[in-house]
């Protein structure tokens, strides 16, 4: 179900990020409609675009790196979005993992988030290829991609689990009658 990672070794660098878009976000999640649970729209967003191309594309395809430069006698602190190969290699996997969120190979859990208004997201975390999906409720029926990444360190890999662990085990009072299905 989990095909290959993509390959890139064929495509043009500056081509890549227009491959990614043509060939599996537009079909994916513009063209054609996706569904978690048969009933939830993953709204693509397409009214926030940057570069002609969804904001949230540029989330499953880039990482924010922050760099310092020197600007007469400060440093000023920039960022810019770069691409993520680990993120973009397994855009594919994305709908694979919203449409089949109940197999086994994927722990489904709820979490408070500590920014902002404090929503609850959805993490779709496809545990044995250290990959995670995270979606947000937009209304009853409605919700959006915030971002998917590679997990690359134990310690995001060891938080994931208890995140799940404390969502199954129900010790978190904020999640209890969160689920949207």
């Given at each position: 179900?989990?095909?290959?990672l993509l390959n890139f070794d064929s495509i043009d660098a500056s081509k890549i990020f227009d491959f990614l878009y043509d060939e599996i976000f537009y079909p994916d999640f513009i063209e054609n409609k996706t569904y978690l649970a048969n009933k939830i729209k993953i709204d693509p967003q397409s009214y926030k675009k940057d570069e002609g191309k969804e904001h949230t594309f540029w989330h499953l395809t880039t990482r924010i790196h922050k760099y310092t430069i020197k600007n007469g006698n400060r440093y000023e602190t920039k960022t810019e979005r770069l691409i993520d190969y680990d993120r973009a290699k397994r855009l594919h996997w994305?709908?694979?993992?919203i449409e089949n969120h109940s197999i086994n190979n994927i722990k489904l859990f709820y979490k408070k988030e500590?920014?902002?208004?404090?929503p609850i997201r959805l993490y779709l975390w496809l545990y044995e290829k250290d990959f995670v999906v995270i979606?947000?409720?937009?209304?009853?029926?409605?919700s959006f991609l915030v971002t998917s990444f590679y997990i690359t360190h134990n310690a995001k890999r060891?938080?994931?689990?208890k995140y799940y662990e404390d969502y199954i085990n129900s010790k978190?009072?904020?999640?209890?009658?969160?689920e949207w299905f």
């Open positions: 179900m989990f095909s290959e994305v709908k694979i993992i500590s920014k902002g208004k404090k979606l947000q409720k937009l209304g009853r029926s409605s060891d938080d994931f689990q978190d009072p904020d999640l209890k009658g969160c």
